[in-house]
């Protein structure tokens, strides 16, 4: 069983950053691919970036591509969402995902792939 927290959302302004972490349980955090989805009100859950645990590849929507950093330190059990140049239509709320342990199915896009969901927060950005 793995438990994810995330934290570090808040209230911006447009154009600003923030860093969302996400502090996982479990001994085997290596070994999980992570992700961060989002909801913004009255839309469905979209896919906002992905980390591989088995080469360290990478993956992010095209909306945030440029502007989105996902990183992970393993030695803190713990995933990182760098946000920069935010804009009003970033505002929702951000879900770190968990896929594992091991090798999983579909694309890193899909929420599926993940069995392990934190509870979200709330990031706004102001225009």
């Known amino acids: 069983q793995v438990q994810l927290v995330e934290s570090g959302g808040g209230l911006v302004q447009a154009g600003g950053s923030l860093r969302l972490s996400c502090a996982a349980s479990?001994?085997?955090?290596?070994?999980?691919?992570m992700g961060w989805f989002r909801q913004a009100p009255g839309k469905e859950r979209e896919f906002v970036a992905a980390d591989s645990w088995s080469d360290g590849s990478t993956y992010y929507a095209d909306s945030v591509r440029g502007r989105f950093t996902i990183f992970r330190d393993n030695a803190k059990n713990t995933v990182f969402l760098q946000m920069n140049a935010l804009k009003p239509d970033d505002t929702a709320v951000y879900y770190c995902?968990?896929?594992?342990?091991?090798?999983?199915?579909?694309?890193?896009?899909?929420?599926?792939?993940?069995?392990?969901w934190g509870q979200g927060t709330q990031v706004t950005v102001s225009s």
């Open positions: 479990g001994r085997t955090f290596s070994s999980y691919d």
């Open positions: 995902a968990a896929g594992g342990p091991g090798p999983r199915r579909g694309p890193y896009s899909y929420p599926s792939r993940y069995n392990y």
